[in-house]
């Protein structure tokens, strides 16, 4: 991808006058995932024109695509030809772009076993705070050839630069799938959990919530058809257990929304990265488990201090998902030595701090 | 390079200095853990790119984590370059020491701390070796996935340096996706920690950019890895193509067909024929190219795979086939891959084991273009290639006594390095850049992507204290090697030494 590009160009031509004014843009997608992070000042940057796939070999297990290319087009394309992006981004909304899906880093229900989105990000085009194309990684799934940049884009909130282009590792879709319901208790569905881990069960999602327990099996024929004979429990319909894990993946289930009531009761949605064998949180309000254990869903009002003391207790880290209240800061705080470094690294791609000022944190 | 050849300090100025770090070092550490005599750094000298060499000023081998970080205290006080060293086992030249500066050693750090066999996970000090990792795990059903070719010295340190692969990373990925968190020390000394035994930590993602830093930006000395169930089965294909075209094209017909083996390896016939003498991995020696394709799982699952691939195989021209029996053939197919390159030592005086990555689809091209060069620059070379991740180690084989052969070997590799880059490939799959591939980097990155390196180390490492000159070259060095380009193969001056 190249500076010549006429879209790439309208999107220079804007970042050029940021940066002779000194004046935040705040990079813009499809929208569908604004209510993550802190809010970020400054004039729209439109990034949908860039659209398009690359090139795409299935032989080669990778594509190569532009950021504004919608997220479900990708799938669609990847779909035709067996293959699929196996972190299984979630969408929340229509018209989600492969650019905010690695700037966003988030990963669906099948990231524990399958890996993140940083996981298979293999290369990266990326115009930086000094209005330079750059080029890091490429298509090729194993590259050390200087520091792993594209990775560091993603979960990266825009902060460092816009990604224009960016090449995804996918693979085959597996021949088999099936999902299996429990009644438990999350204390039992943790135990489980730490049961089946180390053993090889074909296990690609696991999700607790209000006494039920579904754990989804990938892989080939032989190995999910013995996985289900060892765990038992009861089988869902191909096409009920593909909708569930979806609106898993979106967060379309009630639990996720935060209603009028919710907000009337001093309620927020908060996320908790926290080892996945690590005990039941004890916190107020409803819980939703996911990865295995090693990412807690918790809808409380409990205070922003309280939750992010139970997740630090436990090992992780608290962000604040939904919230009306949010001047306890949407992520953890880092520590000296970690803040230090993030503002290096700001200043290594954006010294001007033009893009997505303040998005992650105060001061980035 | 030849910019600090121009800036090395005089004899006595280095002797004093020594002496200075050396009492500074003697406050903080035993005496019996800081060398400095000529005789006691020799073993230091280089790593496994053993035709490059210096000696360092001092070898410090701290046994703490406080020892560690008073060390890098006052290196960082007095502007004295860092070099960590795990076993020593890299192929870029990225542990070689620093003429002025102090070689970390971590040999010390061999202590598995933890294994936790129901999240899965291993907490290791970072001198712990790669293998030792798997036989720790094993009581539980558990293992290390990544297997670098060298895993039985190799450390996990050293693989975090280098984001490692091995020959299973296809299925199971790199360093990078079984490594959760990497606990260290910043150049000034502070400890610090990347990513966490949760799947993700708050901010950005740093981890990517430890792993495979080559030891730049931080110095490791703790890791927590993944640990993954044993597959209860594993067989193996050794099939046997009559050329290499259709070994290459067989490679890519396998992931078309939606198989994603556990390991999938390419030799050509000088690589089998150099093992089969030294290990006798009963290979096929008539067949232009061999591939090994593996299936691991339960065992319905291999059984499965394994008539599946035999069929693609089959269909993409395999002359031969031969699915391992046992444990002990499968094993036994294995130990020529992992003995490809002491094999190579048997048969010639040296060898420059070149490590580029390419799109699978050019596999074949580029196993012509080599034999092209071989022609070229007069000097055999035997070829082994991760080929399911398109991942490339010709093994260039010369003898460094001779001065042009050295030389021409120089060329060859940089040859295999540019051709790789046009066949939209990276000059380093695994290996990393070290001092080995600086050159390279100039021909794969823009001035403008070489600054964002820099700058990234800055955030880290703002006075450039933790193995300086390595990985990225300099503004002047690209200049000189673009010049040296014009003149493809016949270098101006060619008197004067260039490393």
Not at chain 1, 66 to 77: F, K, N, S, V, Y
Not at chain 1, 113 to 138: A, K
Not at chain 1, 272 to 288: C, M
Request: glycine letters at 10%; charged letters at 20%; a negative charge.
């Amino acid at each position: 991808m190249s500076a010549q590009d006429p879209m790439l160009a309208r999107i220079i031509d804007q970042v050029d006058g940021a940066r002779a004014r000194q004046a935040p843009l705040e990079i813009r997608g499809g929208g569908s995932k604004w209510f993550l992070g802190e809010t970020a000042p400054g004039e729209p940057l439109d990034v949908t024109c860039l659209t398009g796939i690359t090139s795409y070999e299935p032989t080669e297990l990778v594509v190569t695509v532009r950021a504004g290319t919608r997220l479900a087009d990708l799938e669609a394309a990847l779909q035709e030809h067996g293959q699929y992006l196996p972190f299984e981004p979630p969408r929340f909304a229509a018209g989600g772009t492969v650019g905010g899906m690695v700037a966003a880093g988030l990963s669906g229900p099948a990231r524990a076993t399958s890996g993140s989105v940083r996981d298979h990000v293999l290369g990266v085009t990326l115009l930086n705070g000094r209005g330079e194309i750059l080029s890091f990684g490429g298509q090729v799934a194993k590259n050390v050839a200087g520091y792993d940049v594209s990775r560091l884009m993603a979960g990266s909130l825009g902060i460092l630069g816009v990604i224009c282009e960016v090449s995804l590792k996918v693979l085959p879709i597996s021949t088999a799938t099936a999902t299996l319901c429990f009644n438990c208790d999350s204390g039992e569905a943790l135990a489980k959990f730490r049961e089946w881990s180390s053993q090889p069960l074909a296990i690609s999602a696991t999700a607790w919530h209000e006494g039920l327990l579904h754990v989804r099996l990938a892989g080939a024929g032989a190995a999910v058809a013995s996985a289900c004979t060892r765990l038992g429990g009861t089988q869902l319909a191909p096409e009920q257990a593909e909708s569930w894990w979806m609106s898993v993946r979106d967060h379309s289930q009630a639990f996720f929304a935060l209603d009028s009531a919710d907000v009337a009761r001093g309620e927020s949605l908060w996320r908790l990265a926290v080892p996945a064998t690590a005990p039941p949180l004890e916190l107020s309000g409803l819980q939703f488990i996911e990865w295995g254990g090693a990412e807690r869903w918790c809808k409380t009002s409990a205070a922003a201090g309280q939750v992010r003391r139970a997740a630090v207790g436990l090992g992780g880290h608290a962000t604040l998902i939904r919230g009306a209240d949010r001047s306890c800061g949407v992520f953890a705080p880092l520590s000296d030595v970690s803040m230090r470094i993030h503002r290096g690294l700001k200043q290594a791609f954006d010294p001007l701090r033009i893009f997505n000022r303040g998005r992650m944190y105060a001061g980035l | 390079m030849n910019s600090s050849l121009r800036s090395l300090p005089s004899d006595a100025v280095r002797e004093q200095r020594q002496k200075d770090v050396v009492a500074a070092l003697a406050e903080v550490l035993p005496r019996a853990a800081i060398l400095f005599r000529h005789e006691d750094t020799v073993p230091f000298e280089c790593d496994a790119l053993t035709a490059y060499r210096t000696s360092p000023m001092v070898v410090v081998l701290p046994d703490s984590e406080a020892q560690v970080a008073a060390v890098l205290k006052i290196c960082h006080k007095m502007s004295v370059p860092v070099i960590a060293r795990g076993a020593g086992t890299g192929l870029s030249g990225g542990a070689m020491p620093h003429r002025s500066g102090v070689t970390l050693s971590l040999a010390k750090f061999n202590k598995i701390l933890r294994i936790d066999p129901a999240a899965c996970t291993a907490v290791v000090q970072c001198g712990v070796r790669n293998l030792a990792i798997s036989e720790a795990a094993a009581p539980y059903g558990l293992y290390y996935a990544p297997d670098p070719s060298s895993q039985i010295a190799c450390t996990i340190g050293g693989n975090v340096a280098e984001n490692s692969g091995g020959v299973h990373c296809l299925k199971y990925g790199l360093t990078l996706h079984n490594v959760l968190r990497v606990r260290g020390f910043m150049a000034t000394g502070e400890a610090v920690e990347f990513g966490s035994e949760a799947l993700d930590a708050a901010g950005l993602d740093l981890l990517p950019i430890i792993l495979g830093s080559e030891g730049m930006l931080a110095v490791t000395t703790e890791v927590t890895v993944k640990l993954i169930p044993k597959p209860q089965s594993a067989r193996c294909i050794m099939a046997s193509f009559d050329d290499i075209e259709s070994a290459g094209a067989a490679v890519a017909s396998v992931i078309a067909h939606g198989i994603i083996p556990a390991g999938l390896e390419m030799m050509d016939k000088a690589m089998t024929a150099a093992v089969d003498a030294f290990v006798h991995a009963d290979y096929d020696l008539s067949a232009a190219a061999i591939l090994l394709c593996e299936s691991d799982g339960t065992a319905a699952e291999v059984e499965e795979e394994i008539a599946r691939m035999e069929q693609v195989l089959g269909a993409a021209g395999a002359s031969r086939m031969e699915v391992s029996r046992d444990e002990a053939q499968r094993l036994k197919f294995w130990s020529g891959r992992k003995n490809a390159f002491p094999a190579s030592g048997s048969i010639s005086p040296d060898y420059m084991c070149m490590d580029s990555t390419i799109p699978r689809k050019r596999l074949a091209e580029m196993l012509r273009a080599i034999q092209q060069m071989e022609l070229k620059y007069n000097l055999r070379c035997a070829n082994v290639f991760h080929a399911g991740d398109g991942n490339l180690h010709p093994l260039i084989l010369f003898d460094a006594a001779d001065a042009d052969q050295m030389h021409r070997c120089e060329l060859f590799g940089a040859d295999i390095l540019e051709t790789s880059v046009r066949l939209g490939g990276t000059v380093t799959g695994e290996h990393g850049v070290g001092i080995e591939k600086l050159n390279s980097m100039c021909v794969q990155f823009s001035a403008a992507e070489r600054a964002q390196f820099l700058a990234v180390k800055h955030a880290f490492d703002p006075l450039e204290l933790l193995n300086p000159g390595k990985v990225i070259p300099t503004l002047q060095r690209c200049a000189e090697y673009g010049k040296m380009h014009v003149h493809r193969g016949m270098l101006p001056f060619p008197e004067l030494p260039r490393f």
